[in-house]
């Protein structure tokens, strides 16, 4: 087993990896906890299912959110399950490369390194987001040219330029395709009088959503149950709901995309109207999202195939790359 890791923890999944074996794991950032005992039963999908067939004092919890862990113990010992799932011994005190969102505050940054290496990590080494993303599409970050690069997340969203191995300007926001999620579940409770779980939610998202409201006069049934009784009912719902509903959250990505391209110097302004711009993430499955943000700043959107893996092909070419990127881990250590 090699001793280098690359670790990509997110709102909605995580993912690790190395540079000789691939992907070991690409599952979602949950953990199932037996209240009684408070241990950790089961990560990831094996957590959802166990979850979904045992009794109640097992429960899912996801220990990370809006780009940062909100549960350090958890996030601890979900990552040292993940390094067992693995077949990474707490004795071999390996080294990790991690991702972290560059609107982490140095206390968030702290935090992720220290569950890493309670977990079992000898070493952790961080590098931006945006920059693994954008090594991960073979993007020349340490030449003197603009590259854009949007990551629309579960749990958090950030634009950036970047260039000679830097970020030039960031816009971020604490807000992703979980948010779109809620709107529409808070939207099927206040006029339908129904609640929804999230799984739900996020179908309901994925059949009649659209950023530019092409949906329009389409309905979806799904089961519910009402607010008064719990009672199990099947309700038809409207694209317009749930258009209406993300109506808002879709302005605010829009807008963190304008915030971020307004900054860069005219130079590197040039070079991304010639290049364009890479978005990747989740959320950028969003119907009709990369076509508006295009039409409203501009500049031609690149979308990537198997965008939600950019990042974590980054970390594992940083692996490979340790002495060279020196510098853009040193940076985001601050």
Excluded: W
Excluded at 11 to 23: E, H, K, M, V, Y
Excluded at 55 to 80: E, K, M, N, Y
Excluded at 170 to 176: A, I, K, M
Excluded at 257 to 281: E, F, I, Y
Aim: glycine share 8%; charged share 20%.
């Amino acid at each position: 087993m090699a001793s280098d890791f690359a670790l990509d923890i997110g709102t909605s999944s995580i993912r690790l990896a190395s540079s000789s074996d691939g992907i070991l794991f690409n599952e979602p950032t949950v953990a199932a906890i037996d209240t009684r005992s408070g241990e950790i039963a089961e990560i990831g999908y094996g957590a959802l299912e166990m979850v979904a067939h045992t009794s109640r004092h097992v429960v899912a919890f996801r220990p990370f959110s809006q780009g940062t862990t909100i549960d350090f113990d958890v996030t601890a010992r979900l990552l040292s399950g993940l390094f067992a799932r693995s077949s990474i011994s707490k004795f071999s005190r390996v080294r990790v490369v991690m991702s972290v969102p560059s609107l982490a505050t140095s206390i968030e940054r702290r935090a992720l390194r220290q569950a890493a290496i309670q977990a079992g990590a000898r070493e952790v080494s961080l590098i931006e987001a945006p920059i693994a993303a954008a090594i991960g599409m073979g993007l020349p970050v340490q030449d003197p040219v603009g590259s854009a690069v949007t990551l629309l997340g579960g749990g958090a969203s950030e634009s950036a330029l970047l260039s000679l191995g830097g970020i030039v300007t960031t816009s971020t926001r604490r807000q992703g395709g979980i948010n779109l999620d809620n709107a529409i579940a808070s939207a099927l409770r206040q006029q339908l009088n129904v609640v929804v779980s999230p799984t739900t939610a996020e179908q309901l998202k994925m059949a009649l959503a659209s950023a530019l409201g092409r949906t329009s006069g389409r309905f979806e049934v799904v089961t519910a149950r009402t607010v008064d009784s719990g009672a199990l009912v099947e309700v038809s719902v409207s694209a317009d709901l749930v258009n209406n509903a993300i109506r808002d959250l879709v302005n605010v990505t829009v807008r963190m995309v304008q915030d971020s391209l307004g900054g860069a110097p005219p130079d590197l302004s040039q070079d991304v109207s010639t290049r364009g711009m890479a978005v990747v993430g989740g959320h950028a499955q969003l119907a009709g999202l990369t076509e508006l943000i295009s039409t409203s700043t501009g500049v031609k959107v690149n979308v990537v195939e198997e965008s939600d893996l950019v990042v974590i092909r980054g970390l594992q070419l940083c692996l490979d790359e340790m002495s060279s990127l020196h510098s853009l881990f040193r940076d985001a250590d601050r």
